[in-house]
């Protein structure tokens, strides 16, 4: 079936520092992928998405780029700032629902 | 559009209890989902429905859990007896009409601890 592989965390940052959190998936056919981002205290909210291969989603700095050929859809940040520390989801579109990572927690430090 | 609005938004109770969550969509979203979050299983989609109709209740974990969605503006989400290892946070996620793979639209979530 449909899956995805986040990698573990916490992954403790500096400010400024360049930031990349690994997802992998398993699937059949072309779903749409997705990184979702929970600030604390609140619910997921979609931080952007890819919806065909080689397409790059992009939002507030944040960068992914749908890869066919490694199943992969790496988030990636040129410099983090304290406020980017949350809780980081990579999803995989399903008909009608997402199906999620497990997450990965990013703490970023002045 | 005040969002999806869950309540209440924490939930303390014995074991034993009923519990019941419960969730408002956004307005014109029809499709609805409820998610649980631990830490050690991530995040689980429970059940969700279109137009009202539950589609795929398979990730209920037991009979103890029942949802329903009387009408296009409420859900709720029931656990009657509550155990400790129903401790977690339920979100209440929507969909906007005519969509598949747009993006889904979360709640504050609750909060539940059962004793």
């Known amino acids: 079936g449909n899956s995805v592989t986040q990698m573990e965390g916490p992954v403790t940052l500096s400010e400024e520092a360049f930031l990349t959190i690994n997802c992998t998936y398993t699937?059949?056919?072309?779903?749409?992928l997705f990184w979702y981002v929970q600030y604390p205290g609140e619910g997921l909210q979609l931080l952007l998405k890819a919806t065909k291969a080689d397409d790059k989603g992009s939002n507030k700095g944040f960068e992914a780029t749908y890869r066919k050929e490694t199943t992969s859809f790496h988030l990636e940040k040129g410099s983090v700032q304290v406020s980017d520390s949350a809780v980081y989801f990579c999803?995989?579109?399903?008909?009608?629902?997402?199906?999620f990572g497990a997450g990965t927690r990013l703490a970023v430090h002045p | 559009d005040a969002g999806v609005i869950q309540s209440p938004r924490h939930e303390v109770t014995e074991m034993g209890q009923e519990v019941t969550l419960r969730c408002k969509p956004i307005?014109?979203?029809?499709?609805l989902f409820w998610y649980r979050q631990t830490m050690m299983r991530g995040l689980e989609l429970l059940i969700y429905f279109n137009n009202n109709v539950p589609i795929d209740d398979s990730g209920m974990p037991e009979d103890r859990f029942s949802a329903k969605m009387p009408n296009a503006s409420f859900s709720t989400l029931k656990i009657q007896p509550s155990e400790p290892r129903d401790s977690a946070v339920y979100f209440c996620?929507?969909?906007?009409?005519?969509?598949?793979?747009?993006?889904?639209?979360f709640g504050s979530g609750t909060q539940l601890s059962v004793l």
């Open positions: 699937a059949t056919g072309y779903p749409s």
């Open positions: 307005s014109g979203h029809n499709s």
């Open positions: 999803a995989l579109g399903g008909y009608n629902k997402l199906i």
């Open positions: 996620a929507c969909q906007s009409k005519g969509s598949t793979n747009e993006k889904l639209f």
